[in-house]
């Protein structure tokens, strides 16, 4: 196994014109329960100690918010942040495997959509997402944009009519709820997107390196059931792939 690794570090070292190979990956994210703890726990962390210690590389992690994490990763500051969709920032270089989906989820009131009918609902109605997710990138038809820091300020603006719709990622809009102890029984809901999550590593020498290891990493715990392990312990087998 040993040797293996020292070969697979010589080779991308060749492929790369020699770059200096990584001692440590410096990991960004925004915090997410169960997934990005703060305390450098969950599913998404150990996936990237899984993938990375092997070979030789530490895991360096910060929580930041989302917008801030990707500018880290423009400004060469960090190393890769979680979890984007493929190609979404120009200035940052994407791997083969994603590691999850996110099922982007439309909030509004039932009484002002009785008959919600989808993305076409949006149509010139005030939309509010975090900011830094940037939903308009996916959306073809004309709304009003708006964009706020926190998910309470959202869930308090949309209970008075500031905006019509909240956009989120079903499992980050569930978590708000419950924490907030928002009541939901005049609103309704429904799927919208559903996308990839990969991790967006920098686009330099660096970051192909890394990029590298986390595809040919990523395929040996596919195909040796760690993979899909690490997910049953989390006890988000439902949320499985591959």
């Known amino acids: ?7 697979f570090i010589i080779f991308i070292q060749i492929q790369l014109f020699a770059a200096p190979f ?18 450098g726990s969950g599913l998404y962390f150990d996936l990237a100690r899984m993938i990375y210690e092997p070979t030789g590389v530490s ?14 990763v423009e400004k060469k500051r960090a ?7 493929i190609d979404e920032e120009d200035y940052a270089i994407y791997p083969k495997y994603y590691f999850d989906h996110d099922i982007v989820t439309a909030m509004y ?10 993305l076409n609902s949006l149509k010139d109605k005030n939309v509010c997402w975090m900011r830094g997710y940037g939903y308009d990138e996916y959306i073809n038809i004309p709304i009003k944009k708006h964009e706020r820091n926190d998910r309470k300020s959202i ?12 956009l989120d990622a079903k499992y980050d809009m569930q978590e708000a709820i419950e924490k907030f102890k928002f009541d ?10 559903k996308f990839k999550l990969y991790p967006a590593f920098r686009d330099d020498e660096r970051g192909k390196i890394l990029r590298e290891i ?16 690490l997910y049953i312990k989390y006890k988000l087998e439902d949320f499985y792939l591959y």
């Open 1 to 7: 196994m040993l040797k293996k690794i020292f070969l």
């Open 59 to 72: 895991v360096k992690i910060k929580i930041y918010p989302y917008n801030r994490s990707s500018m880290m």
């Open 184 to 193: 939901t029984s005049e609103y309704g809901f429904h799927e919208i997107f």
């Open 109 to 118: 009131k039932k009484k002002k959509f009785p008959n919600f009918e989808g």
């Open 22 to 39: 990584p001692k440590e990956i410096f990991i960004v994210s925004e915090s997410w329960e169960d997934l990005t703890n703060k305390d």
């Open 214 to 229: 986390w595809d040919k990493n990523f395929k040996v715990i596919l195909d040796d059931g760690s993979l899909k392990k």
């Open 79 to 85: 190393d890769v942040w979680l979890g984007s969709y």
């Open 155 to 166: 869930l308090q603006s949309l209970d008075k009519d500031r905006f019509d719709i909240f």
